[in-house]
DNA sequence: TTAATTAGTGTTAAAATTACACTAAGAGTG
DNA sequence: CACTCTTAGTGTAATTTTAACACTAATTAA
């Protein structure tokens, strides 16, 4: 490595590398999505998608870069999650890992097995396969963070499609705080806010009272928060 | 650098770094330490105490270390704040800076100006210098965590002395979130935590009625943890 | 002795949360 | 075509939580 600036540290330097932990949700299970590993260190084995990052671009440029290359999926919002740095966390050497979250939903994309990748899946939360590095760890604490998130910020609507009935938002607030809702008193709530536009359309070849249709109304929830208001579930 | 593993990337790497925001509470304003900087870049500013990260060290590991060596802070619990990695926050050259926070209480530390430091000293948050590098987004970011975190964590004790009068407890809350608090509702809800262990000692040489001191309870915090209570202020 | 200052205490009204059960609509079946 | 199965959709009452509010007690200083 080049070392010719006058201020540039002495130090051997910690690789840096990003992870990406993608929930998706199809109704019933929340859902993360791995790749197969194609190469060593843990080859053929699951892991998140993840790799170094470059000296000219940001963590957060690298997570989605490598998401794309990996998975195939591409336009997500990620946010930061932690980084990880413990000195053994990968066997070849120091590497440190800036991970994200990001959640989406699973019917959007088409999955391939890009670059250093045999094999891309969604899997249920319920069960995972072993995974490669400190994966699981990296993964519960996502978990964690986006059950702590959903209560203040309406989150999960990136989950569904565009039109959703109020049930799926249901089932979906259900799989991934694991708790039972009353119908009622969730109905009441989120349509409260004023966050919902109710559409004219309903579900068809259902064998049961068809449900009515809603979208998230991003323009109404842009111009409620400046006016102070805040999300809360 | 050496290169002799088989699985170590080709690329140039980001230089690692850690910095620190440190909160301290007098009972008054809420105040973060601050350093001035000996060396360029940004020498003779005032910035947060940062340094970069040892090959064999976490990064919280190094947080830790470089309060220390800069201020004589130490046995402080840090928490991860954000990773920073913004290809220009640094003029010399590509850094990537994973920032820690803490909570203490500022007559509990001796400040002395360490290593590449010419001062060290406590700015109260509505009066800070004019700051290098990106801190002030740190900083920012940092006093948006700790109002958020302060509704759902018994956080803030750590601000205060071992004993407190519940009226330093609800100044310091008030500082935090910056909002006005009634008394009346404040006692009842903390003390109906039965977080606080109520002590026999009351202030002494003050100009009106001594308040009652208090200290807060960590072993029945734990014990109604584990009961699954959450705190919630 | 008085003035100044902060500690400490309960009640009531309003708002939010929880618990709970029936009718409506559509498709499938015999 | 009537019956069954399934999920959609709806309101109320009890309980809990939150918010608003004012006086007495204790201590020092003047």
């Known amino acids: 490595m080049k070392n010719n600036n006058k201020y540039q540290y ?7 590398a990003s992870d990406c932990v993608i929930f998706g949700f199809d109704g019933g299970d929340l859902k993360v999505l791995l790749t ?26 690298c997570a989605k870069r490598i998401l794309h290359e990996k998975t195939g ?16 966390r990968d066997p070849r050497e120091r590497i440190v890992s800036v991970s994200y ?14 670059r250093d990748t045999l094999k891309t899946e969604w899997f249920a939360l319920s069960d995972l396969p072993k995974l490669g590095f400190d994966h699981a760890k990296i993964i519960k604490m996502a978990l964690q963070r986006i059950k702590g998130k959903v209560n203040y910020q309406p989150i999960g609507f990136e989950l569904l499609n565009e039109k959703f009935t109020l049930s799926q938002l249901q089932q979906l607030y259900e799989a991934i705080l694991e708790v039972q809702i009353d119908k009622r008193n969730f109905r009441k709530k989120i349509l409260g806010m004023a966050l919902l536009k109710e559409l004219d359309e309903k579900e068809k070849n259902v064998a049961h009272k068809a449900a009515r249709f809603y979208s998230f109304d991003k323009k109404a929830y842009k111009e409620l928060t400046q006016k102070g208001f805040y999300f809360e579930l």
């Open 10 to 16: 002495e130090y051997p330097r910690p690789a840096l």
């Open 36 to 61: 197969e590993r194609e190469k060593e260190p843990f080859k053929n084995k699951w892991a998140l998608p993840g790799g170094f990052v470059f000296i000219e671009e940001t963590t957060e440029e």
């Open 73 to 88: 999926i591409k336009n997500v919002f990620v946010e930061q999650l932690f980084t990880f740095s413990e000195i053994d």
């Open 101 to 114: 979250y990001a959640l989406v939903n699973t019917y959007q994309y088409e999955l391939i097995a890009g």
